[in-house]
Structure formats: structure tokens, C-alpha cells
């Protein structure tokens, strides 16, 4: 089945405005905001506050950022010291002991890889870095045999997790978490904030609300590598949910004409064919499922997709396919909300 890298420096989400009114209650309320850098990316935080206190922004905000650090230093691969990376470099199959919150993020994605029925794998990670989009640039595609020659090592069902530790089957395997390690840290930060009334969560497009006296608005973009300017290709409410989205046209590389993006098939060891341009799911339990379920779905049909969503009450999608004269088509789930 296929399987892929969650996009890098992917912005298929904006925040369009910091809220409306739900009640009268929003002009006794103050709006906090939070940015700053995580995960290769960056984060917007903002939550209501009956009084501003300078103190407790500071101190939320300090928090907030050694929170994400010790995320980063459990799931990065582009920090050699890591979790992630130091079990990527084990060459060994003994048990390898992992925190816990590593520990429930990898145990958390084989469910993803059972509905998928294999095709949401985080061991991608060598064809990851085989294609140019790991720490190596990319020079040219990779060859048939060098592709099979990864694919060996290919597989979820090649690692073992059990009581805070994890093990390779095959010494040359190695993980990537970037599909679900944005959804994981919002959720814990979210966690962190729920006592106040009115939170936005957001880490390089993944995101997630809570709604009591102010509506969230969110804007999609077009899926087009010529979009610099973020054209917004539709504006939803986004009020007590979690939305994430993956497409394939913000980390791609061009070589002799041909169009090489990131999301990768390991059935053929090579990106992805598929009209779909993105995908953006709704999820109503946690960022950490939407942002997983974004991209598990790219690797699979919209006829697919629908079926699962429509079985799924706690999900909605919209879908933009991109036909051959370069138009898009949208396809929304029955309930996925508006503007």
C-alpha cells in the first residue's frame, strides 16, 4: 500500500481572522496571542482572558515553548540527538527505550496504518531521504535498484513498541512522525490552555478551536505551486475542532520536466500519482487524528475517502482535484462546514 512524508514547510491553512462575536460576552474578554518557531515551522496561539495578567502570558508562553522543545528532542529527524534519530542510527534489534509521549504517538499511528490497511507507514523514512527530502538535496531520481533496495526495509509491521520501548525488526529501519507529530504537539498545548474559554492552536497549518464566547475563522488555499500569494479557495468556521490538510505542491523539485513532490508511494518506492492537489480533513476528537487522517487519505481515492468519512461521524473532508486543464474540482463531505 502507499504511504508518505507529512509535508515540511507545508501552509495549506491560514488564519484569516482572529474571531467574531458568539455573545456579548466578547467585549469583557481580552485576546492573548502567542507566535514564535517550532518544528521547522511556526506557531499562532491565541486564547481569551478576562484580565490580562503579563505574568501569566509570560509564564504560559515559557511553558508553551519547553513543551515544544522537548517535542522537538523526542520527534525531530533533523536533530541528530533526538529519540527519533538516535533509533533511526540504532543499528540493532534490542528494545530501545523511548518517553512516553514518543511512546503513545508511535503506538497511536498504527492505528492509522490498520485503517489504512498499510498505507499509512511511518517507516518511510529511507525513501524519504532517498528522494531528496530528508536532510540530503535532492540531485536527480533515485534508480529502480536503489528503490528496491530500500523497499527491502520498508514496512510498520517491522517495528515493535511495548512498555516505553520500541525495536526494529530490521536494523536498517528507520521512522518519520512529521504526519502526526504537528496534530500530536497542538493537542498537548491545547490541553495546557483548556481552562480558558476561547483557544486557537496552530503549528504550521494544523490546528485546533475551542469556541464559548468567539467563532474561529480559517481560509484554505488554492493547491497551486504558483499560489506565492495564498489565494484563498474557501472560508470556513472552524468552531471545538481540529483541521490539518496535505497536498503536493509546496515541497517538490523539478528535474527534466518532470514534477517529483514529497508524498511517496512505497508500493512503487516512488512520490505519488494522484489528482488530488490536497485534502483537508475535520475532526472533532483531536488535531493529532486530523492531521494523521490528512495523510492517510492522500494515499488513497476520494472514493475511498468518502466512504470512510461517511462512515465516521467525528470526521468531514474537502477534497481539491485538480483535473488536466489544470482547473480544480472540489468535493465536499456532507457536513463539512461553511463560512
Given at each position: 500500500m502507499m504511504t508518505l512524508a507529512k509535508r515540511l514547510l507545508f501552509f495549506s491553512i491560514i488564519f484569516l481572522t482572529s474571531c467574531s462575536s458568539l455573545t456579548k460576552e466578547v467585549n469583557t474578554l481580552d485576546i492573548i496571542s502567542l507566535t514564535g518557531n517550532t518544528m521547522g515551522t511556526t506557531y499562532s496561539i491565541k486564547y481569551s482572558s478576562s484580565k490580562k495578567n503579563n505574568s501569566e502570558?509570560?509564564?504560559n508562553k515559557k511553558k508553551i515553548d519547553d513543551m515544544l522543545k522537548e517535542i522537538n528532542i523526542q520527534m525531530s529527524t533533523y536533530i541528530p540527538e533526538s529519540e527519533i534519530s538516535q533509533f533511526n542510527s540504532y543499528k540493532s534489534t534490542n528494545w530501545f527505550n523511548i518517553?512516553?509521549?514518543?511512546?503513545?504517538?508511535?503506538l497511536e499511528s498504527f492505528e492509522y496504518y490498520k485503517l489504512s490497511n498499510g498505507g499509512y507507514d511511518i517507516t518511510v523514512q529511507p525513501l524519504v531521504n532517498l528522494w531528496g527530502f530528508g536532510p540530503d538535496k535532492f540531485l536527480y531520481p533515485p534508480s529502480k535498484t536503489e528503490i528496491d533496495s530500500v523497499k527491502q526495509f520498508i514496512g510498520q509491521n517491522l517495528i515493535e513498541v511495548e512498555g516505553g520501548k520500541i525495536r526494529k525488526k530490521d536494523p536498517r529501519v528507520q521512522i518519520d512522525l512529521s504526519s502526526i507529530a504537528k496534530g500530536f504537539a497542538v493537542d498537548k498545548i491545547f490541553d495546557f490552555l483548556k481552562k480558558y474559554e476561547d483557544i486557537f492552536v496552530e503549528i504550521g497549518g494544523e490546528i485546533r478551536t475551542k469556541s464559548t464566547n468567539k467563532s474561529w475563522k480559517i481560509g484554505i488555499t488554492s493547491p497551486s505551486i504558483d499560489n506565492i500569494s495564498n489565494d484563498i479557495e474557501k472560508i470556513i468556521t472552524l468552531d471545538n475542532m481540529s483541521m490539518a490538510t496535505s497536498g503536493n505542491y509546496r515541497n517538490f523539485f523539478i528535474f527534466d520536466d518532470n514534477f517529483y513532490h514529497h508524498e511517496i508511494d512505497t508500493r512503487t518506492g516512488s512520490p505519488i500519482q494522484s489528482n488530488i492537489g490536497s485534502i483537508s480533513i475535520i475532526s472533532t476528537?483531536?488535531?493529532?487524528?486530523?492531521?494523521?487522517?490528512?495523510?492517510?487519505?492522500y494515499t488513497m481515492s476520494p472514493e475511498e475517502i468518502s466512504e470512510i468519512v461517511e462512515e465516521d461521524d467525528n470526521i468531514e473532508s474537502f477534497i481539491i482535484l485538480l483535473n488536466d486543464d489544470e482547473s480544480?474540482?472540489?468535493v465536499l463531505s456532507k457536513n463539512f462546514p461553511d463560512s
Open positions: 502570558v509570560l509564564s518517553s512516553s509521549d514518543f511512546n503513545y504517538v508511535v476528537t483531536s488535531c493529532m487524528d486530523a492531521d494523521a487522517l490528512s495523510t492517510m487519505f480544480y474540482k472540489k
